[in-house]
């Protein structure tokens, strides 16, 4: 075969996912980012080369409290949810019977199952005042009234970290069966304790793991619009509900995607923060 | 050459299949109390059609949907009472055939001329009606505390109040508190009104959207809907009666939906006979006990086909008295909306 034709086929294999990529990524994202800069004079969009919705995201205290309010929750979130997925990922990976293990993650994954909106609304009746927990938490003499847990920030947290668990524990327990038995065993030959041998073999050796899955909770998790509008009860707005009420009566097509830029240039950010240790292949 | 905006239609268009353009179809952007097969069967049945129903919240998403469409895609047009003149703006409603919806026999407070009419052309007629108001649950909270909105959001119910998702009504609750009509609000009452709202938002244990409020007041999370009405509690009533609504003494919003025909429908005639059934008694009957949410029916003549237990739920008999305590939307123009949408969004965040 000629290197001609060659180089073609080669064209040929790439074409449907470059063009893919181009109809649904390049193309939406320059007429988003054009967007941006254009304006609204009345009710009518005027294209144009204007900085003003980028301005406003400084002048309205509640355009710059939205990206705060957003980057705090995904940040718990994340934190959060790697805390709670590696020892559970840490379990099925080495306590649990190879046998069990298929089944083990077919449970951790089980809430993947139902959609993810009636998800939202069942933690927000599970958190409502007569809900679950607050009536195990009177039942068992902890509180005398009910406390506020539905339509705060906590609940948008704990739908979010219910979620996100799962994902991150696939992701850690793909990268733990992946270490080679040997370097535990070496590491204890050579005198290091449990401690000292997951904090200077295994945590090292699964950081890519931990990285790659925070990183995909980090951009999930600071787009999300359900889960805060469902159990937040707007108590605090995050960048995309914002962007949706810019959408939904006024159409303010230029400041939605002024906002939707900003929040690419986050996740931009975070990614050259972590691509050291991201490894997309562990997953 | 391809411009931005022809893009987007492509990719809008790729994205929904395109809408259905057979003869016998007809094209609906709708307000979800559209969508109850009870309401849309009877028609499909007597004119042997399909109707395609596409829901949307926002008179912003609708029209951002129509103008990257192509003509004839859309046939009819549901939208906000207050937004018709936006939508005649835009080119995207076409005159009102004549005769299409006669409203000799609607409550003549809800006809609404100076709404559905632009430069003397009438483009829309309105559908339905309610009231943004206070929707409560009569054995949580004291129901004569309900009669006056400054005890509404009073400390006494701090942490049992939910506020509905949407300035206007909400904004428009607040001016009346304040005395202020809600036709006249302008920029210089803002400040005023932001003080209200923050004394609301202080008090509230959330702001909820449609559902959102529904499940609140529903499973006792909350026991007072700032904005909720009929088309709130009215679905809940045969399970859960003690989930009602009233008009205090200084008056509700009123809100209202029109329904027109879309510029360049592909089926004109047809949705001139689908407006006449939706305004006709029997198609207002149903529209108003939509499983969506309930609403007062503009044709009074809807009322020889309600039971009477709807109409006690509607509140029938009292419609004059709500009627004469009620006033319209707030219905800003583009520099005072985005000022009032600032406002709200600015006490969310406190």
Partial sequence: MSRIQSRFQGWGLVAPALLWTTAFFVVPFV?????SFASLEGRTLVWGFSFENYARLLEKAYLWRAIIVSLEITLTVTAVSVLLAYPLAWIIAFRVPQRWQRLALLLAILPFWTSYVVRSYAWLLVLAREGVVNQTMLALGLISDPITLANTRFATITGFVHFFVMLLTLTIYANLIQLPPNYRRAAMDLGANAFQTFR???????????????????????????????????????????????????????????????????????????????????? | MMTGRNLISVAVLAASGGAALAEGELNALVWCDHTDPAL????????????????????????????????????????????????????????????????????????????????????????????????????KVDPADMEDLTSVWADKYKGRISIYDYYL????????????????????????????????????????????????????????????GEWLTAVLASEQPELTWTIPKQGAVRWAQSIGVVEGANNPDLAAEFIKYITGPEGQARLATSSCFWGMPANAKAGDVLTDAQKDILRWDQQPDYLALSQLYPAPDADLDIEMQDLWLDTLQQ
């Avoid at chain 2, 596409?54 to 609708?62: L, N």
């Avoid at chain 2, 904004?171 to 009104?193: F, K, P, R, V, Y």
Wanted: net charge negative.
């Fill in chain 1, 200 to 283: 200077h073999v295994i945590l090292p050796l699964t950081l890519p793991g931990i990285v790659t899955g925070a990183f995909l909770t980090f951009v999930l998790c600071i787009g999300d619009y359900v889960t805060p509008q469902i159990l937040g009860g707007n108590t605090e707005l995050t960048v995309p509900q914002v962007i949706m009420v810019q959408l939904g009566r006024r159409a303010d097509f230029p400041l939605a995607s002024a906002l939707a830029i900003v929040l690419m240039g986050i996740v931009a950010l975070a990614y050259l923060t972590s691509s050291r240790w991201l490894r997309l292949d562990r997953i």
């Fill in chain 2, 169 to 228: 009504p909400v904004m428009g609750l607040a001016a009346m508190s304040e005395g202020i009509d809600t036709a006249a609000i302008g920029e210089g009452d803002l400040e005023q009104i932001g003080g209200v709202l923050s004394t609301m938002r202080a008090n509230a244990a959330s702001v909820a959207g449609v559902v959102a409020a529904q499940t609140a007041l529903a499973t006792g999370e909350v026991d007072i809907v700032v904005g909720g």
């Fill in chain 2, 40 to 139: 849309i069967e009877p028609f499909e049945a007597a004119h042997d059609v399909k109707v395609n129903l596409r829901e949307y919240e926002g008179t912003g998403a609708a029209l951002a949907l129509l103008e990257q469409s192509r003509p004839g895609d859309w046939d009819v047009l549901v939208v906000d009472g207050i937004d018709v003149f936006r939508a005649v703006e835009a080119g995207v409603l076409a005159p009102l055939p004549e005769g299409a919806a006669p409203t000799g026999d609607f409550f003549p407070q809800v006809v609404m001329a100076e709404n559905n009419t632009v430069d003397g052309v009438t483009y829309a007629v309105t559908e339905k009606f309610g009231y943004n108001t206070i929707s409560y649950n009569a054995d």
């Fill in chain 1, 31 to 35: 007429v988003m980012a054009a967007m």
